[in-house]
């Protein structure tokens, strides 16, 4: 039963009860419109409470059921609010620990509500493209007062209880419970008042008899549309949700409730919503490894140990010191140890500066942090993270140390961005405790965490990551090995194209404006002049030996000639001024350019924005198609978070995977057809990939 009826004398209890966080599934609803029509029938009860057992009273819908005909079937939402709303005795919600979406949206229809301390109240689903549907845009503003609710709605942040619950003239909570074990008795006692006080037929308090106006009106609604649209500009929902409160503001409650439905099913049908929704699914579906279930238990973290205090292995043990894990850090010398333990104390002062952290927590985790120069001091750690120079004997030397020194059971991860895992694990007597653990830079900040599985990593080796990745905030995805794991490897087709964009005509700030124009964080040009252009120059060398057939422009190894590493030489495919971030064309590249095309006999032609867009992203898909084909990639949902919180890959397109599969794979491989024909253009580059090819024979996409 996802809703349970019990009784407390003369009071029903309806308890939501669908982990993990009382999800508003079909079946729930319908226990709660059952439950609700038991009360009113038993002339024994006088009063109702309905509240969530576990963690939660409720997170709002059952995600599980989003795109499927379960959503919108009877009793929906908005029935059973209704049905609370007609009940004749009265009806309190004890909320408690989480109350979002259509959770409060329930609570709201409630004729009295009560929380216990610390409960997260929210309305998410402007996170998910859409708005509240089941009356949450009219009834906050009348509760909160119009200013507080859309705030709340626009943002889709949580707000704490008791913040909400001290706003003057607040209507949302009736009363506060002491504690949470007494929320319980605390809800039956005022819905045992409520009864007594209506006995006499008295009408129920209801929200939707509250007024809901603001003092300045139309110039209110003006205002925060235009700041709104300013700040959401590829995104509809959040100037819906201005529209639905302003109709709550100056609409009758019924027409204001049937606007909110229409503005709601409008933004359901968007494909930004679309890619919204995938996206929360996908990232939840990420977490999960095909054949490691949840009979896999994760070894034990308590200690962790980084090699390498440079600029990842400084971020990496950030992570887990705000995660409150104890890490020893180890270098080959000691001012190579002090500067990384500077450059970690350097990062948190910054956050002190802003008033993101207190001095007191900074030294808390400053003092988990043991830096030290000696391997011996590591041996009881859990789990170790080598972030050593990106070389193979380098990796080997630590690797072959990590065998004789950490203790047995102990995760040996390595970092590195290119290196075939399985030959590193191949340097221990014990490749099964081996793993990849791809870090971003800045460590510290990137939400993405490519979980490298080597071929004879163990299951609970995987699980442990992938646990462990949650605790310390990180998506994890997983991937199998290759070169570049899934990220780097389709970003190296992605600037293989760039690069050809050039040799044809484009400028480096053409290239960047049209994918930026697409969506994208930065170009491939400014991102590479802030990573080191001669980063991928010694890794195209290495490349060139192992892959001799993989043709590149020459352009970018002409930048390097020229000494033009990117904004730490103050000189890229842009002119930075000293210590500046700003990129500013640069003649030297343009002439260097016009240099390069002559020598390959290049007239240059005017390349349009689209094309520009649609060569880049599709050399992300072709590339991600022979990943998934491959098997290095579980699922191409996979993919799409990897370039969503590691590539800035546009949220509101869901991803290239989903971008491909929205256009339609048939028209994907058809604009690589014409692509291959472009004169400059490596017809190589645009063979469709195999699976690509076989999707659209089918008629099927990346995605099911
Ligand atoms: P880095 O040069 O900043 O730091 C490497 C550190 O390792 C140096 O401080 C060096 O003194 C130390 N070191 C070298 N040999 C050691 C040993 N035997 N024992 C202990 N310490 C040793 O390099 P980085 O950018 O932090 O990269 C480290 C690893 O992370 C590489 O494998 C790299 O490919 C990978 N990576 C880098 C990035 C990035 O953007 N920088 C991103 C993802 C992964």
Known sequence: MTAQYTTQGDVAVITLNNPPVNGLGLATRQGVADALEKASADPAIKAIVLTGAGKAFSGGADIREFNTSKATQEPTLRSVIAAIEYSPKPVVAAVHSVVMGGGLELALGCHYRIAAPGCKVALPEVKLGILPGAGGTVRLPRVLGVETALNMIVSGEAVDSQRLAALPGQKLFDQLSACADSLMPEAVALAQEAAARHAGGAALPLVRDLPCTHPQGEAYFLFAGNTVQGMSKNLPAPMKCVQAVEGAATLKFDEALAKERELFQSLMQTPESRALRYIFAAERAAA??????????????????????????????????????????????????????????????????????????????????????????????????????????????????????????????????????????????????????????????????????????????????????????????????????????????YSRQAGFLLDEGATPQQVDQAIEKFGFAMGPFRMIDMAGNDISWAIRKRRAAERPDMKYSKSADLLCEMGRFGQKTSAGWYDYAPGKREAMPSKAVAEMLEQHRKSLGITPRKIGDQEIALRLVYALVNEGARILQDGIAGKASDIDVVYLTGYGFPLWRGGPMLYADQAGLFNVVQAMKRFARNPRDDAAFWQPAPLLQKLVAEGKTFNG
């Open 288 to 493: 999960k490894i095909a054949d490691v279930g949840p009979e896999i238990a994760p070894r034990e973290i308590k200690k962790v140990a980084v090699i390498g205090a440079g600029t990842m292995g400084g971020g990496i043990s950030m992570n887990f010191l705000n995660a409150g894990i104890p890490v020893t850090i180890v270098e080959t010398g000691q001012q190579a140890l002090d500067k990384g333990l500077a450059t970690i104390r350097k990062n948190y002062e910054a956050q002190v500066k802003k008033g993101k952290l207190k001095q007191d927590v900074v030294e808390q985790r400053m003092a988990l942090l043991k830096p030290t120069l000696n391997y011996e001091d590591i041996k009881d750690a859990d789990l170790v993270i080598e972030a050593v120079f990106e070389e193979m004997g380098v990796k080997e030397a630590v690797f072959k140390k990590l065998d004789a020194i950490a203790k047995p059971g102990a995760i040996l991860a390595t970092n590195t961005s290119t290196l075939n895992v399985d030959r590193i694990a191949a340097f221990t007597q014990r490749p099964q405790d081996v793993v990849g653990m791809h870090f971003f830079s800045p460590a510290n900040v990137m939400k993405l965490l490519e979980v490298v599985r080597g071929a004879k990593t163990a299951k609970d080796v995987l699980a442990t990551v992938m646990a462990l990745a949650k605790t310390i905030k990180k998506t994890a995805v997983v991937s199998g090995v290759c070169d570049g794991f899934i990220g780097n490897r389709m970003i190296e087709q």
